[in-house]
């Protein structure tokens, strides 16, 4: 635990600041396997930009999820050991792909990257000048997840204008 670091967070608890990092943790995973799963059952039209965009989420959630686990050991606490603990502790819960079409597997992220985006903005806020590290963590995972949505949803824009004229030439 770093001590001096840690003695300059103010107004806040330490112990609740490791509280929501470890939900964030477990978000971080199941995000991460949301995206890996995804891009390997994904199908339809325009999947290989998909499939390239998915992983590219995985590698970011996975490296979230080290920034997270970090920050959480630097306050002196433990990551969560168990992965059946990230089922008791995420936010955002886990979309498991049950249609593998790919506009539907976009659906199913873009709605995750929301959840994520809530969280971390969430997380600013509390944070925000009482500990400043955490802060400035929690802001730059947040800046990526609001780049995923971006990416997701013209992705999802441009399968679904192709698909409409697609549609409208053969008619
Ligand atoms: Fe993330
Ligand atoms: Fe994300």
Redesign the pocket.
Known sequence: MAKRGNSIIKGIEINDIIAVLNK?YA??WL??YQYFIEAKVIKGIMKDAAIAELQQ?AT??L???NMVADRILQLGGTPLLHPKEWFTHTNCGYEEPKNFDVVSILEDSIKGEQC?ISI?SNLAEMTRDKDIVTYDIVSE?LA??VE?EEDLQALHDDISDFVTDLKKNLN
């Open positions: 964030a978000d971080e995000a991460y989420h970011d959630e490296r979230h999820a994520a971390y995972i990526d997840e995923h």
